[in-house]
């Protein structure tokens, strides 16, 4: 690849397509994972609300410990939700700006100083660093957060599945 950085129309095109595919990812991950959780939840329940006729079957033993994984994988999954909210509100945002259609005269560093001083810490730092890019011609800053975001949340996803995974086997088959 070569060190030249892509010219404004192209920066902005990528951006558009990182945006779209970082909310589609994000609405798909999301629905997902909360059906998931929200089933392991409700598989937990029915094995606690039959722990009587199922104890034979069962290791519990280790209920306590599988309940400890399912709490995790929860947190895993608020997490996720978390960083989803956060990328759709921002493409959203995105899809909006982009419909405003400013005027070439509008001062980016001007709107971003305005942003900055509606903002607390640790968002008016990020707003500087995104300053900071775009000052330098680097429209992606967003875009890329968006997909990077996207990218941890399926990594969460999987930590979810994981968790929940390792209970069930630890109720199910550890012996």
């Known amino acids: 690849m070569n060190d030249q950085k892509p010219n404004r129309e192209t920066q902005i095109f990528a951006g558009r397509v990182l945006n779209a595919m970082s909310g589609r990812v994000t609405a798909e991950i999301s629905s997902?994972?909360?059906?998931?959780?929200?089933?392991a939840g409700a598989l937990l329940a029915v094995v606690l609300s039959g722990i009587g006729t199922l104890g034979p079957y069962l290791q519990i033993g280790h209920l306590s410990?599988?309940?400890?994984?399912?709490?995790?994988?929860?947190?895993?999954n608020v997490l996720q939700r978390w960083l989803?909210?956060?990328?759709?509100?921002?493409?959203?945002?995105?899809a909006e700006i982009q419909a405003l259609q400013a005027s070439s005269a509008?001062?980016?560093s001007a709107a971003?100083?305005?942003?900055?001083a509606s903002t607390f810490r640790p968002i008016r730092w990020?707003?500087?660093?995104?300053?900071?890019?775009t000052e330098a011609d680097d429209l992606l800053v967003g875009p890329r957060l968006n997909a990077r975001l996207s990218q941890i949340q399926?990594?969460?996803v999987l930590g979810q599945f994981?968790?929940?995974?390792?209970?069930?086997?630890?109720?199910?088959?550890?012996?």
């Open 32 to 39: 997902f994972s909360s059906w998931f959780i929200a089933g």
């Open 65 to 76: 410990g599988s309940i400890k994984l399912f709490l995790a994988a929860a947190a895993c």
């Open 84 to 94: 989803g909210a956060m990328v759709a509100g921002s493409v959203a945002v995105g």
């Open 106 to 108: 509008v001062d980016r």
């Open 112 to 116: 971003l100083a305005i942003l900055k």
């Open 126 to 133: 990020w707003l500087e660093r995104v300053q900071r890019k």
């Open 154 to 156: 399926s990594w969460l």
């Open 162 to 175: 994981f968790l929940l995974g390792w209970a069930a086997w630890r109720l199910l088959l550890w012996t």
